[in-house]
């Protein structure tokens, strides 16, 4: 199947866990097994045939020259494709434009995220309140709360806007309009990383804090030192999750600025390849380039740090 | 960002001021759009918090313009029929993570995480493609298919961790009471899994509620349009009117079914949330 070329990791632990130890099987483990097959089927099947086989589609697609608009012309031109995007200045600027917006919002993230989920864990009164109000900037529509603060840094209609000193109109400077649009994905996605730190966060004994607070750790000392070191799988779960969910951010940006000023990100420019040029090769090629830049992501994550894949955890049990 | 541990007056009134910081900072950006859809065309642009007069005539304009019905009807039919099939399709894998022994099972995980941290943008151009030749291309189930698909991670992670905690023993001393299999399974195993499932579905609806780049990518009329995009083409009912009261009214239309799942279900998906992620 063409399982081995997509999960090469899943593969090895496969072999690691499930081939190794192979005693006989019994008759009612065998129909276990069929049972099993036959669940985990429609489910295997769906998320193979909407992704492996489109990504593999997507890169021969992209080995060609095929413009929408010229279709006859069609024709195989190798890495070509390839060529133009990494020569061009477009892609770069929009990668860098990428990594500033991931970067900055992931960071600002994680500290309002971890004083959320400290409010969050330790407050008493109107806990139920907080937990709910901050349910909504994550399960609001994102386009919609991009309407939200495009509105509020418009001159004359925003409230955000009259604030400034006259003249000045935010979202049509480059600089101004990436901070917005940071500012618009922190907001949203914050929440998130507080529910996923919060979780972690219940794991930390309290025993073991009071404990530090007599022998005379300052609350600073806690935190860094035995919270922290304690909640660092969650965290490192919650900074992987939301580095790839901001790497290819696309709605905030196509709502507040839609690229324009050179704040367009790559899944901007992927779009913009397909939607405006209709030009299929490139925007192909520019797909195939964001999933690399992703998978690279989650290596690096999952080898540097050490970040436990979530998926790991079943198995355990 | 001390760990506070302190009680007493002072302690507490602290507790209240990082409580309102936190309200604000979560209500603030939708108040404004709410303030927005109530202004009259007049005094949009007035730049106040709160409207000086109130008007309905925003959400009269957004019910008049067929197109944002018809959105919204597709909007709620593919998200309804995606969650379903998602959650039923889930709910079967997740129940062979959970309680069956068979080799692959990591390997299904490993698919899954994959899955969860693929990037849709990726799939566009192919899926564009694919979906013109079988005819798929701006069609209800052309926006099913993917969101059923980018669900399914959410939906077996969380199922998975919601199913590991279900006493399964109680089955067993059903059916030694004399209950059938069926019987075991519709008054034990159905109510006890059932928070779970619901709670899933929850998440699986805002996930496809909150889709636009496959909606704006693979659909291009009235037929499959989802309301996310029919807000972000929107223009004034005649040309020289900015958009900008229909496009708040139709947002905060967009928003309530949120608010009230957020209202009624929030320690339900708070758990949701966090159980697929950190620990069973």
Known sequence: MSVQATA???????????????????????????????????????????????????????????????????????????????????????FAVT???????????????LALALIMHRTIIGRGLTRTVVLIPYGIVTVVAAFSWQFAWTPGTGYLANLLPAGSAPLTDQVASIAVIILAEVWKTTPFMALLLLAGLALVPDDLLKAAQVDGASPWQRLTQIILPMMKPA?????????????RIFDNIYILTNGSNGTGSVSILGYNNLFRAFNLGLGSAISVLIFIAVALIAFLFIKLFGAAAPGAEPERR | MAVQTQTGGAGRSKWAIANTIVLLYALIPVLWIVSLSFKPASSITDGNFIPREWTFDNYAQVFGVDLFTSALINSIGIAVIATVLAVVIGTMAAYAVARLRFPGKGLLVGISLLIAMFPP????????????????????????????????????????????????????????????????????????????????????????????????????????????????????????AEPTGSIAAAAVLLTIPIIIFVLFFQRRIVAGLTSGAVKG
């Open chain 1, 99 to 113: 990594m500033i917006i991931t970067v900055i919002s992931v960071a600002i993230e994680f500290v309002l995220g």
């Open chain 2, 121 to 240: 943008i990726s799939l566009v151009s192919p899926l564009f493609d694919l979906w013109r030749g079988i005819g798929l291309f701006d069609t209800w189930p052309g926006l099913i298919i993917p969101y059923i698909t980018f669900s399914l991670p959410l939906a077996i992670y969380t199922l998975s961790a919601f199913f590991r905690e279900i006493p399964w023993e109680l089955e067993k001393a059903a059916k030694m009471d004399g209950a059938t299999p069926l019987q075991a399974f519709r008054s034990v195993i159905v109510p006890l899994a059932a928070p779970g499932v619901f709670t899933t579905a929850i998440l699986v609806f805002i996930f496809c509620w909150n889709d636009f780049l496959f909606a704006i990518s693979l659909t291009s009329t009235q037929a499959s349009q989802t309301a996310t995009v029919a807000i972000a083409n929107f223009t004034g009912a005649s040309e020289f």
């Open chain 1, 235 to 247: 965290i490192l779960v919650a900074l992987l999750f939301r580095t790839l969910d901001a790497f």
């Open chain 1, 8 to 94: 090469p990791a899943a593969e090895t632990e496969r072999r690691a866990q499930g081939k190794r130890p192979r005693p006989p099987i019994s008759q009612g483990a065998r129909s276990e097994r069929r049972l099993a097959f036959l669940l985990c089927a429609p489910a295997v099947i769906i998320m193979l045939a909407v992704t492996a086989y489109p990504i593999g589609y997507a890169v021969w697609l992209s080995l060609q020259r095929y413009d929408l608009r010229f279709p006859d012309d069609r024709g195989f031109i190798g890495l070509s494709n390839y060529a133009t995007v990494l020569t061009s200045g477009y892609w770069w600027s929009a």
